[in-house]
């Protein structure tokens, strides 16, 4: 639903939003007439005190105020419960409302005001129930008067312009020039946008030092933000109402779903490389990824035995470290990683903790267990990394040897061509390989490191034919489809259950908009019951067919105007927004080439029940995939839960040893996802 237009703008909050904040101030306004009312009643006549007259107008006149205040609120919260996302017509007198309730503000303002007057000069000699009484009274109205002014801020949109309506019929000379005239406000409103989100993200990281490569950080950022918001008019609201929809409609398709055919190798594997044998060394060289977190999260797998662990190698003089070890003063990353891997100090040939936009941790060891130089890249863990990753632009990635169009993540090519600078720039890996001149050389990382470690193994597989690559949980939007496919060879990514990064790209996020706005635009329950059963949903689960989406049985009479539809939510179409009157219709030309998962997917999907109490015991099994089974975003609360390294190692070490362990909260909610396959 579109803003609501008050005062002259455009806010970000729509006229349905209000059910919820007014529902809790009106509870709080009630509670508070009921115990200005006892106080009156009680001292009624007899107020034997200083500054009687004072207090008797106050608490008249605050009487009064809360009255209107609450008749004000039941109206605002019953109207604001009409109609539903799309069909704002029962709610078109919210406006007036607001301006009567912003209206009421300035009395409450006086007698607060008139409050503190009396309780500073003339409650000496009264009862101190009575004076406690009043004193909460003002701090409650100032308090409301300060949360009201934040919320205000909050909901507050820069560029809340009221939106053009659409021109009536002129003749063609007229029509060209206001479509000219169209074209070009849309165009000024997206330089404001786009100044309006790198502002933000000044704002944001400005802690952070404002050189040349974070302005431009900031500019591909925020026109990437801008091209993806610009052309819809969502409020926040919405997209949560629209992601409980289709977390429903996804389980709904979920239980009506047919098991898929079983796979039991990858098609592209060699015929001696197994399932069984993958899986083992993926859960080996997971150790190493999650080892590259440092402590953070050492700490957070061991909460209450990590810190005493590490207490004794941290702090510590490390005098004789610092030719390997960078950007970890305290020692406390070197020493969870130690404790981690379970590997020397002599074994370790490079570690850096040095972190900028575009340069990731790393550290280069020797895994004598499986015989290979080991390069392991840390994961997001800072507001940079998160810059890289929003850095999400395609960039030209040329390899001798591949044809067809090369492209790769911006920020995640960047961040690999830093790191591969470093190791042969630097004489890191002849380092290495002169002291293990056997060993392969094998790159391992998790989410940003995954992508990172995906690309450097692109970079380096010319001069190391027989390098491997574990990414886990890696993006998305990684590569072009012809660098995925020479990738097949060399990288094995692994994702674990409904994981929301492997799925995170470009092209899916405007699906995920797509069909946002079509179920939203469908739908026949007001919002607020929509996010009422959805959190219920979430929480407590339940038969997903109890929540209808779809408009069924639609009786146009008993809507005050007609249905808005999907298209009502649209500002102007984008070259990435489809029709959604039919999901055949033909798309228009992408505006973002489409970017995939890198190498062979091995995906692993929990086994059991959709429900388990919280320490029941989860199991797992694990299937090849492709990477067009992760072109969609499945909406689950298991969906940021999957992507903890931790929760991806136990279920790797899970599946090796054949012995399911007991995960707590995130074994709730937990789902089948659609790919069903032989362990």
Known sequence: MPGIVVFGRRWGIASDDLVFPGAFELFIRIIWWIGTMILYTYHKGHFDCNGTGVLHIYLIGLLVVLALIILSLCAIVYVSAQGTITNSGPRRGIPALVYLRALLYIPELVWACLGSFWVSDDSRGCDPATVGAVI????ASWIILLFTAVGVLFV??????????????????????????GRQFFSTARSLAVKVWESRLRFLCCCMPQDESYRAAFSSI???????????????????????????????????????????????????????????????????????????????????????KLSGDCCRSRTADDDIIGGDHLGCHFASILQTTGLQYRDFIFVSFHNQIYEVPFYVALDHKREAILVAVRGTLSLRDVLTDLSAECENLPIEGVTGASYAHKGICQAATYVYKKLVNDGILNQAFSVAPEYKLVITGHSLGAGTASVLAVLLRNSFPTLQCYAFSPPGGLLSKALADYSKDFVISVVLGKDLVPRLSIPNMEDLKRRILKIVSNCNKPKYTILMQGCWYELFGGDPDDFPTEMEERREQQLNRPLLGEESLIIHHSSSYQSLASDDSPAHTPAHVPLFLPGRILHIIEDGPSRRSCFSQVQYRADWSNEMAFRSILISPRMLADHMPDILLKALNTLTSDRPYILCPSSANSQHDPVRSAP
């Not at 909460?136 to 701090?139: C, K, N, P, S, Y």
């Not at 000379?173 to 000219?180: K, N």
């Not at 001696?272 to 859960?283: F, I, P, S, V, W």
């Open 222 to 308: 925020a026109q990437l933000f801008t091209g993806f918001f610009s052309d819809t008019d969502l409020v926040p609201s919405d997209i949560a109402a629209g992601l409980a929809l289709l977390h429903q409609e996804h389980d709904k398709m979920e239980l009506s779903r047919d098991p898929d055919v079983i796979v039991d190798h990858s098609p592209s594997s060699p015929i001696g490389e197994d399932l069984e044998t993958e899986l083992e060394k993926a859960a080996h060289f997971m150790k190493f990824a999650a080892a590259a977190y440092g402590w953070p999260l050492y700490i957070y797998s061991h909460l209450l035995t990590g810190l005493c």
């Open 136 to 139: 909460a009274a003002v701090v």
């Open 156 to 181: 507050f949109d820069p560029l809340g312009n009221p939106r053009p309506q659409p021109p009536t019929m002129e003749p063609l000379g007229v029509q060209d020039t206001e479509r000219g005239e």
